[in-house]
């Protein structure tokens, strides 16, 4: 299964599970660290748990990964490392404050917004 197919499927789940303001940035060829990056909100902390919690499922059942995830305990900042997509799933005052898009976007000039 290609990095592409993965994140097919993650943009697939994100947009199903009402994930909101989905951003997909190629890091092909721009660093070592993964191929895509997918950072999006969810509306409070358990919308945010629950994206996470089935978009490992569809890793799992429909890509065959095991990916890792951190800080689901607290559901403000949820990282899933998939290995060549790395997801960032966020509240909204989270993301604000880390503004994540703007440390990958200049340096991606074709980041493309989609989604919910």
Known sequence: MTSEDVLAAVMQSLDENKAEEIVQIDLRGKTSVCDHMVICSGRSSRQVTAIAE?????????????????????????????????????RPEVREFYQLEKMWVPMSKGAAPGGA
């Not at 799992?60 to 997509?85: M, Q, R």
Request: glycine share 10%.
């Open 54 to 90: 089935k978009l490992l499922d569809v890793l799992k059942s429909n890509c065959g990964v095991l990916a890792k995830i951190e800080g689901k305990e607290t559901g403000d900042w949820v990282l899933i490392d998939s290995g060549d997509v790395l997801v960032h799933i966020f």
